[in-house]
C-alpha cells in the first residue's frame, strides 16, 4: 500500500496549482482539486476561498469539504487501488473523483469520471490522464468491496481523524462516545435558526414552508433545523431580522449569563454576533451591551446583523481584549461579561473540517495562554458581585475544566458557581462548554 506523507517536499507545482493564481475554473472538479490541494501543501484553509466563489459554489463545497472529512479514508482507498504512490499533484485529483464515486448518490458515474480526467488534464497534463481514468474505473467496479473492507479499518481511518486525536478522545470519552464523536463529525451540518421571538416560531416554520423550504422546529427550544438550505439570505424573514443564524449549542453561555434587562453588559469577542443578539434580545432596550472584537472585519459582519435585527442600541468597539484595561470603558464596571475565546474549534469539527488536524501541542499551548489572558484581562472591569462566563467550542478538558480551575486559583474572590457541556452525539449540536464565575470582595 502507498505511505501518504502530507506535506512533504513535492515537486515544483506545475502553474494550474499555483496559490497566486486565480483558483476557479470552468471544470468545478479542477477548482475543486486546487482548493484541496492547497490545504494539503499548504495549510490554506478552504473556506477563506470558496466563500469568493462564483461558478458551482456549492457543488464545489460539497466536494472539497468532503474530501476533506473522508481524506484519510480516501488516502487508504488509493492505496487499495494504486501499486505506487501518486504525485501530491495527483492525489487531490483522483480524491475528488473517488468521493463522487464513493461518497455521493447524486452525480453520475460518468459524469464523474470524464470531467475528473479532463481536470486532471488541466492539473497534471494528458500523460495522467489514463491512469485517472483507470483508477476511477476501478474504483466503480469494486465500490461495494471497498465500502466493507474500509469499515473493517480504525476508527481513526474509517472517520478521517488523526491518530492522537482519537486517542485523546477515547481516554477522555471512552471508545464508543470518542468513535460516536468521529462519526457525528463526518456527517454534513444542518443549519439551524434561532427564533428571536418564541410566539413567532410556529408562523416562521409555516413560512418557511409555504416558500418550499425544508423547516421544523427543533428539539432544542427557540430552535428550525433547515437541513442544508444555504442561500440563508433569501429566506422570508431575514431582511426583517426574525432569526439568527446559529447552533443551539452557542445559547449554553448565554443562558448560564442570563442577563436582565437593567444590567450593564460586555461581550468581549462578539463577532460575528449571534450571541449578541441573543443578549441583546434578552436585555430588551433598557441593559445596555458593549460588543467588542480585535478583527475590524469581522466586527463589520457583527453591525450588518445588529442593523438587520434592529439592534442599533448595542455600543460596538473595535478593541483588543488580551489588552483590556479598566480605562477603556470609562466609569463602567460591567455586570456580566461573555467571553467567547479563541479556541481549537474541536466541538465544531463538523462544521470545519479541516480543524481536526491543526491541534497540535503547539498550539494547544498558544491558545491556553491566549485564554487565560483574556480571562485575566476581565477580570477587573467586573463590577463587585459581577459574573463572568467563560466559553468555548472545544471539547478539550485542557481548556475548558482546567483552565477556569486555574483562573479561579489566579484571582482572589472568583468563584465557580456552576459549569456545563455540550457533547455533540448525545445532545445533537454543536460541542460547547461554559462555566459562569462570580467575583466577590467577600470571598
Known sequence: MPKFKRNAKASKPS???????????????TTAARLIYLHRQHGDIPSRRLDGLTRDRAFVTELVLGVIRNERALEWIIGQLASKQPSEKLVPVLMVGLYQLLFLDHVEPYAAIHETVESCKTICGESKSGFVNAILRRALREADD????????????????????????????GADDAAALCEWNNERP??????????????????????????????????IDLGNFTRIAELPGYHEGTFTVQDPATLLSVDLLDPKSDEIVLDACAAPG?????????????????????????LERLKDNLVRCRCEQVDVRCLD???????DFGDLRFDAILLDVPCSNTGVIRRRPEARRQLTSTQLQQLLELQA?????????????????????????????????????????????QEGRRFP????????????LKLSSDN
Open 15 to 29: 502553474n494550474a496549482l499555483d496559490p497566486n493564481l486565480k483558483i476557479e475554473d470552468a471544470n468545478s472538479r
Open 146 to 173: 471497498l465500502h466493507k473492507r474500509l469499515q473493517k479499518q480504525s476508527v481513526a481511518i474509517r472517520y478521517s481523524h488523526p491518530d492522537q486525536l482519537v486517542a485523546r478522545w477515547t481516554q477522555e470519552f
Open 190 to 223: 444542518t443549519i439551524s435558526l434561532r427564533s428571536r421571538s418564541a410566539a413567532q416560531l410556529e408562523v416562521l416554520v409555516h413560512d418557511l414552508q409555504a416558500a418550499g423550504i425544508p423547516a421544523q422546529a427543533s428539539v432544542h427550544p427557540e430552535f
Open 274 to 298: 449571534g450571541k449578541t443578539i441573543a443578549i441583546a434580545d434578552r436585555l430588551g432596550v433598557s441593559g445596555k451591551l458593549v460588543a467588542t472584537d480585535i478583527n475590524a472585519k469581522r
Open 321 to 327: 481584549a488580551t489588552t483590556f484595561q479598566p480605562s
Open 373 to 417: 489572558a483574556l480571562i485575566d484581562r476581565s477580570v477587573p472591569l467586573l463590577a463587585d458581585g459581577g459574573r463572568l462566563v467563560y466559553s468555548t467550542c472545544s471539547l478539550e478538558l485542557e481548556e475548558n475544566e482546567q483552565q477556569i480551575a486555574q483562573a479561579v486559583k489566579r484571582h482572589r474572590g472568583l468563584k465557580l458557581i
Open 425 to 436: 452525539p448525545r445532545d445533537q449540536c454543536d460541542g460547547a462548554y461554559a462555566a459562569i
